[in-house]
C-alpha cells in the first residue's frame, strides 16, 4: 500500500488525460484511474497508477474511483458526437454523477472539473452547452464540495486529434482553415494544462470559482501569426499557405459527416456545431486570475510547444 496521497483521474485514455497522469504521478500523487474496458484494451502498468474498470454511467464504480481519496480530477468528457443526448449522456450527467459520488464520501474529496471555454458561449454548440451545463451540476452536487472548474482553450500537444492533424498538414506547407474574417483564440500546450492541475492541487485553494487559462500570449493569435510560427518551427522559415474553405463548403461537408455518422454509427468530430465553434471570433481569454490565485506560470507558448511537439529545436523559445 502506497504512503502517497492518494486522487481519482477520469479521462486517462484520453489526450489531455495522458500527460496529467504523466504529471501527477511525478508529483507523487497515487493515482486511481478510471478506464473504460473494451475487448483488447489494456492499459498500461506505470508506477503509482491504479487502473479501475468502469464508466462515467456507473455508479458503483465511481464510488471504487473516489473512496478513499484526497481530490478528484474530472477530465473525461465527450468532444465528438452529434446529438444534445451524445455530449449531455458523458459531459453534463457523467460529471454530475462524479461529483454525486464525491458528495457521498465521509470525507469529500475536493473536486478539478476540466471543463473548456466553449462553456463560456453555450449556445454555440451542443458541445459547449454540454459542458456549460456539467459545471453547473457539479457547482450543484453538495453544499459542502470544493470544487474549482477550470476552462481551458484549445489544447495541443502529442496525442491531440483536433489540432495536430491541422498542423501536420502545415508542416507540409498548407493549412485549410475556414475563410472569411478574423478569427482570434488562445491556445495552451498540454503539459502547461498538466502543471496547472498539479499546481491547484499543491496550492490548496481556489475553491468555488471557474478559471481560464491560457499559455500568457497576450490576446492570443490569429490564424496569420499561427501559419507565420508554423513556417518558422516546421518549414525551417518556408511559407505556410492558407487554403481558404468556404464556410458554406464546410457547413455541407459537416451535414454529410452527421449524415454519415448516424448511418455508420460513428462519433463524428467536423459537425454544424464544430463549425460554428471553429468559427467563433473570440476563443480569447487569460489566465491571470488563476495565476494570482493558485500560482501557476505558463511556459510553453505555441512556438515552443509546436517545437517541443514535433522535436524540434527553437533558438527562439519563448517563456
Ligand atoms: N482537447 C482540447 O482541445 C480541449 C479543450 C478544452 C477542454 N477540453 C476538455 O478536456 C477533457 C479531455 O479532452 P481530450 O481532448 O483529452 O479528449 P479525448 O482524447 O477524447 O479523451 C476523452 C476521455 O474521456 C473518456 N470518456 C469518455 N466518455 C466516457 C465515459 N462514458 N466513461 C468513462 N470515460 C469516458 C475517454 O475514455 P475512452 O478512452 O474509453 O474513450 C477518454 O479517456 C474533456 O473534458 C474536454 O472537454 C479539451
Not at 7 to 28: E, K, R, S
Not at 190 to 195: C, G, T, Y
Not at 198 to 205: E, G, I, P, R, S
Request: charged letters at 25%.
Amino acid at each position: 500500500m502506497s504512503n502517497h496521497p492518494k486522487l481519482a483521474l477520469t479521462g486517462a485514455t484520453g489526450f489531455v488525460g495522458t500527460t496529467l497522469l504523466t504529471h501527477l504521478t511525478a508529483a507523487g500523487w497515487h493515482v486511481r484511474a478510471l478506464y473504460r474496458p473494451r475487448k483488447g484494451r489494456v492499459p498500461p502498468n506505470l508506477p503509482g497508477v491504479e487502473w479501475l474498470p468502469g464508466d462515467l454511467e456507473d455508479d458503483a464504480a465511481l464510488d471504487a474511483l473516489v473512496a478513499d481519496t484526497r481530490a478528484i480530477i474530472h477530465c473525461a468528457g465527450a468532444v465528438r458526437g452529434v446529438s444534445r443526448a451524445d455530449f449531455d449522456r458523458i459531459n453534463e450527467h457523467g460529471a454530475r454523477r462524479v461529483a454525486q459520488a464525491a458528495a457521498r464520501q465521509k470525507e469529500m474529496p475536493r473536486f478539478l472539473l476540466i471543463s473548456s471555454l466553449a462553456a463560456r458561449v453555450p449556445e454555440l454548440s451542443h458541445y459547449a452547452a454540454s459542458k456549460w451545463r456539467g459545471e453547473c451540476a457539479v457547482k450543484a452536487a453538495a453544499e459542502n464540495l470544493r470544487w474549482t472548474v477550470l476552462r481551458p482553450p484549445a489544447v495541443f500537444g502529442p496525442g491531440d486529434r483536433e489540432m495536430l492533424p491541422l498542423f501536420l498538414s502545415m508542416a507540409r506547407g498548407f493549412a485549410p482553415l475556414p475563410a472569411g474574417g478574423r478569427r482570434c483564440f488562445s491556445l495552451i500546450y498540454v503539459e502547461d494544462l498538466a502543471a496547472a492541475v498539479v499546481k491547484w492541487l499543491a496550492a490548496d485553494t481556489g475553491y468555488g470559482e471557474t478559471f481560464e487559462l491560457d499559455d500568457g500570449c497576450p490576446g492570443g493569435y490569429d490564424w496569420e501569426s499561427v501559419l507565420d510560427i508554423a513556417g518558422r518551427v516546421l518549414r525551417d522559415g518556408a511559407p505556410v499557405r492558407r487554403l481558404p474553405i468556404p464556410v458554406a463548403m464546410l457547413n455541407f461537408a459537416a451535414l454529410l459527416n452527421v449524415w454519415g455518422a448516424r448511418l455508420f454509427g460513428y462519433a463524428p468530430m467536423l459537425t454544424p456545431g464544430k463549425v460554428r465553434e471553429i468559427t467563433h471570433p473570440d476563443w480569447v481569454c487569460n489566465g491571470e486570475n488563476f495565476t494570482r490565485v493558485i500560482g501557476w506560470h505558463p511556459e510553453f507558448r505555441l512556438e515552443r510547444g509546436l517545437a517541443r511537439t514535433f522535436g524540434k529545436n527553437t533558438k527562439n523559445t519563448e517563456k
